[in-house]
């Protein structure tokens, strides 16, 4: 049988159930829509299956912009500079742009937030620092010491998420508090810094970051403490801070806790959470989040299909969320409108052999995209001298013709 890949641009409500149907979307992008796009299969190896290659963006640590070489060359003789300590984990997309999280996990990274421009026929992409260097500096609590997560809001704000701890692989080193960074991507300026010290305890972790919306439009921040077992939540017009710690059966062990946020059309919002330790998924309406109201208001989702471990990706910015099982890469799409098992999990990337997805996301051109790398060998320092392999492709699924 012949084989061939689709598309999937941007899944708001729902989806068609046939086989290699493409997705509808109703989100705004000034990039234009695609429509739903076939393309033959690719003749590449079998760690470069997407065949669009004018859609598939690799990223590397040895591929950063500098205002200069001299500049460049005082960064790798002091040691600030070391190309294969550099790796993208999360992104988020706003038109042609995306702006990258490059936490400092070993020494060596020169800046932790940046920009990659997603231009058609530039493969290689250049990441530049965002929004300048001197935001960058590691040390100086003014700027930015190690970004975990990015999220873009409905507003063009950029929220990111700064631990505050650098050289976490290898000798981890608190520079400063944590805190979350605002910045107004239209004029690339600073909008807003929330410390997070009142709200953190000696145990937590940060993780991820979510950008929430009330119905009467005022901006909520949440973020995922997988070390304290709590979910932290800003009111960043009210100026008021919770932290809903989460029942003891959630977490078997406090290793990653994954969120992804989901929106229904009337505005209603849920978050979905999930230890990756975890048998099942758990989920609470953004309405209680916002007060602060944890008791009573989390529901046991369900359990995980096959009992497997699940990773959270993320969401469409609708009612779907993206998953996929530790240790494999193929990626499934479930319906949060509907009930959590196998059955209701759709297929819609195969995995390769060589990298795995961390995150899918909507955005640029319409469709649903996948930043995948070898992260597991990066934190085993397997990578060599190249550093991690990563790579922004759009979702593509494989059908039989």
């Known amino acids: 049988m012949a084989s061939i890949k689709m598309l999937l641009p941007i899944v708001l409500m729902s989806f068609i159930v046939s086989t290699c149907a493409a997705y509808s979307s109703s989100l705004s992008d000034n990039s234009g829509s695609s429509g739903n796009s076939i393309a033959g299969s690719s003749s590449g190896s079998k760690c470069d299956k997407n065949p669009l290659s004018e859609l598939t ?7 950063l912009h500098w205002p200069c070489d001299s500049t460049k060359n005082i960064y790798v003789q002091s040691g600030r500079y070391v190309p294969r300590n550099v790796i993208v984990t999360r992104a988020q997309l706003q038109r042609d742009s995306a702006f990258v999280a490059l936490p400092r996990y070993k020494q060596g990274v020169p800046f932790t937030l940046g920009k990659v421009n997603l231009k058609k026929g530039e493969c290689l992409a250049k990441i530049a620092p965002y929004p300048c260097w001197a935001i960058q500096e590691e040390g100086n609590c003014q700027a930015l010491q190690s970004v975990v997560d990015v999220a873009i809001d409905q507003n063009g704000l950029l929220w990111a998420l700064d631990v505050g701890i650098v050289n976490t692989l290898e000798q981890p080193i608190r520079r400063c508090s944590p805190k979350i960074v605002a910045i107004n991507t239209a004029n690339n300026k600073v909008v807003k810094s929330i410390d997070l010290s009142d709200l953190v305890t000696s145990e937590s972790r940060l993780q991820f970051i979510v950008v929430d919306y009330s119905k009467d439009n005022k901006p909520f921040v949440y973020v995922a403490d997988a070390g304290a077992r709590s979910i932290l939540v800003y009111d960043i017009t009210g100026n008021k801070s919770y932290r809903i710690v989460l029942p003891r059966a959630t977490a078997p062990s406090n290793d990653v806790l994954y969120v992804a946020l989901t929106s229904k059309p009337d505005g209603t919002s849920t978050l979905f959470f999930s230890y990756l330790s975890s048998s099942r998924l758990y989920s609470i309406k953004g309405e209680y989040l916002r007060v602060g109201q ?15 471990q699940a990773v959270l990706l993320g969401a469409d910015g609708g009612t779907s969320l993206f998953f996929r099982y530790k240790g494999e890469n193929d990626i499934y799409l479930w319906d949060s409108e509907t009930c959590f098992k196998a059955s209701n999990l759709q297929e819609v990337q195969r995995g390769g052999d060589c990298r795995l997805s961390t995150q899918v996301l909507p955005g640029h051109k319409r469709f649903m995209w996948a930043l995948e790398s070898n992260f597991h060998d990066f934190i085993s320092d397997r990578t060599g001298c190249n550093g991690a392999s990563i790579v922004l492709h759009p979702v593509v699924r494989e059908c039989d013709d």
């Open 294 to 308: 944890g008791a009573g208001s989390i529901i046991d989702v369900g359990p995980k299909p096959y009992g497997k």
């Open 57 to 63: 963006f690799q990223l590397s640590g040895s591929n």
